[in-house]
């Protein structure tokens, strides 16, 4: 069970995303087993970070989720997006996320992912 995660907090200097090794644990095999990410891919990876900045403050921009994590990885937030949508298009194909997004035409959107991953394990 995860933990209280709006008390978990971004560091201010350095934008760190500090969650406890067995809560990342527990969102890694969230995103891999259940909706089927692949964390070969560096979006997996971006996701799940995203998952995590949802998890701390459920009011955040998606933008400002791009941003966060851009500058932990010296990226730009266009890199970011692009790599989360790729690893979302990729897992999509393999049909692994269409029953998570049975209301969608096409491919869930870069948003909808780490929303709905943080939703479904809050």
Not at 20 to 42: A, N, P, V, Y
Not at 83 to 111: M, Q, V
Request: aromatic share 10%.
């Amino acid at each position: 069970m995860l933990i209280n995660w709006k008390q978990k907090s971004l560091s201010s200097d350095k934008k760190e995303l500090k969650p406890m090794k067995e809560e990342r644990h527990l969102i890694t095999k969230i995103i891999t087993q259940d909706f089927g990410i692949s964390m070969h891919l560096k979006g997996g990876h971006y996701i799940e970070e995203a998952v995590i900045l949802a998890l701390q403050d459920s009011s955040i921009f998606v933008m400002q989720m791009y941003q966060t994590i851009a500058e932990k990885h010296n990226k730009s937030a266009a890199s970011i997006e692009h790599t989360i949508r790729y690893a979302i298009e990729i897992t999509y194909d393999k049909n692994k996320l269409n029953h998570f997004f049975p209301l969608s035409f096409g491919c869930p959107s870069n948003s909808e992912v780490p929303l709905k991953l943080s939703r479904k394990y809050d």
